[in-house]
């Protein structure tokens, strides 16, 4: 899947080669995607078939060259939370907030937020900071981060509740 990191396997040779290099290129084409034994999958992958080429190098022997079978369909990589968004700012109304994105598997590209005051179904604010409204004093914050990033389905992840909102 996109973001993975996948390895060549060498393959067995009639002699036992000195050295490796690698060519990594999607199925039906011939434009190289990577030249190292790992690979990450790159986004521009997704929804297609990789190969690798092998080729072995001996001294004194002429190259060897060998073709993996294509892989599985590459699949979108999935964002995950490894470190909760926090509220970050003095939590008084009145004052600004701001939402800390926390850390994930995969880098986003870009970050949405949706702010939330405890009892409050509907968000009360959408942007990366919030001034803390005069009808939070006395409930909670939190805050909702959706990572995004091209090739992976897109990572949610909710604060644990600020401090009450002092007045």
Do not use: M
Not at 7 to 29: C, H, I, K, L, Q
Not at 74 to 103: D, F, M, R
Request: proline share 6%; no cysteine.
């Amino acid at each position: 899947q996109v973001g993975e990191t996948i390895t060549a396997g060498n393959g067995t040779w009639s002699v036992t080669p000195d050295a490796y290099t690698y060519r990594w290129f999607e199925t039906g084409t011939l434009a190289t995607i990577g030249t190292e034994r790992d690979l990450v999958v790159p986004a521009g992958a997704l929804g297609k078939k990789l190969v690798v080429e092998v080729t072995a190098k001996k001294a004194a022997h002429a190259d060897g060259v060998a073709t993996s079978a294509p892989s599985a369909t590459v699949a979108q990589g999935v964002l995950t939370s490894t470190a909760k968004p926090t509220v970050s700012g003095a939590v008084t109304v009145g004052s600004t907030v701001q939402a800390l994105e926390g850390t994930w598997s995969s880098t986003p590209d870009a970050f949405t937020y949706r702010w939330f005051q405890a009892g409050t179904p509907a968000p009360i604010g959408t942007g990366k900071e919030l001034v803390v409204p005069a009808g939070a004093a006395g409930k909670t914050l939190s805050v909702e981060v959706t990572a995004k990033r091209a090739g992976f389905t897109d990572g949610l992840a909710t604060s644990d509740p600020s401090a009450a909102v002092a007045p």
